[in-house]
Structures are given as C-alpha cells and as structure tokens.
C-alpha cells in the first residue's frame, strides 16, 4: 500500500513528538510527502539529498547521491518506494523530488517510525562509506532484500550492508 493508502501527511505531528523525545537526533533531514510546511510545528530540517533521476531502478537501485552525510534522516514511506513528489522544503517552498530520489534509504534498516508513514534513519560515517564501495551488483541484491523497509520493518542494524 502506498500513496493516499498509507501517506498522506498525516504524520507529521507524530515525528515532532518524536523529535521532542530525541534531542540528540540534530541536525534533521527531512523529505516529508504532505501538503503541510513543517516549520507550522517548529520542526528544523534540511532537505536530503535525492539521487540524481535515473529511468531504470531495476538495473541501478538506490545510488546514493554524493552529497549523503551521516545524521538522522526521516522519510516518508512514499518516497522511499520511489515516489516522486514535491516536498516542503526548509525556507518556505517546496522542492520536486524526481521519481526514484530517495530510494536509496532501502538500502538501510531504519531505527524508528513517527506514525505509520514517516521512517527514521541514523547515518553513521562508516553506513555511508559501506554503501559508496558496493558495487552495482551488490546494491542491487541489497536493495532487493530491503524491500520490506517500505512495509514498515524497524529494528535495530543495517539491511544487506
């Protein structure tokens, strides 16, 4: 289930509660599929990077964009399956995320959840420098064996790194 059946924003209120129960999780990026600008609530975020667009996730899955820095990321579970959206950004705009941008994050296991949709990673030195040595093979069985990340699998460890 994706799109309006899982994610439709309505969690958002949920992540600050978590945000408030996790003041270490600093600084935040955030790629949120809702309508609404998180700052309303008083959440401070940066926008994550997105992969550069690519038309077949099959063959190159979750190439992480070069710019990936360790830190506490939390995405939407649309935009981890590949959704393409126009998310809020941190200065009052939005900004598109091309189809496929944050499918990267399948590549790792999150730590936690805010509400059903929104999915929290932490980023170690060493995660990012695991997944920029995989070679596409590699990612690609990675990826295929993170597939339950987008249903919502939380605990503890990295998936296929």
């Known amino acids: 289930m994706l799109n309006s059946n899982l994610d439709w924003g309505q969690d958002?209120?949920?992540l600050k509660e978590w945000i408030e129960?996790?003041?270490h999780a600093k600084p935040?990026?955030?790629?949120?599929?809702?309508?609404m600008d998180p700052r309303v609530l008083g959440i401070e975020f940066s926008v994550p990077p997105a992969s550069k667009p690519h038309t077949e996730p099959v063959i190159q899955p979750g190439v992480p964009p070069e710019t990936l820095a360790p830190g506490y990321y939390a995405v939407s579970?649309?935009?981890?399956?590949?959704e393409g959206y126009s998310i809020p950004d941190d200065v009052g705009?939005?900004?598109?995320?091309?189809?496929?941008?944050?499918?990267y994050f399948r590549m790792f296991k999150p730590i936690d959840?805010?509400?059903y949709s929104i999915l929290i990673y932490h980023l170690t030195p060493n995660d990012?420098?695991?997944?920029s040595a995989m070679d596409m093979r590699e990612r690609s069985g990675a990826w295929s064996t993170a597939a339950h990340?987008?249903?919502?699998a939380v605990g503890g460890g990295h998936v296929g790194l």
Not at 128 to 131: F, K, N, Q, S, V
Not at 149 to 152: C, E, T, V
């Open 12 to 14: 958002l209120i949920y």
């Open 21 to 23: 129960k996790h003041p």
């Open 28 to 35: 935040l990026s955030l790629a949120y599929f809702g309508p």
């Open 77 to 82: 579970a649309n935009l981890v399956a590949g």
């Open 93 to 103: 705009g939005r900004r598109e995320i091309p189809q496929f941008g944050y499918m």
């Open 113 to 115: 959840r805010a509400g």
């Open 128 to 131: 990012i420098a695991r997944l």
């Open 149 to 152: 990340i987008a249903a919502g």
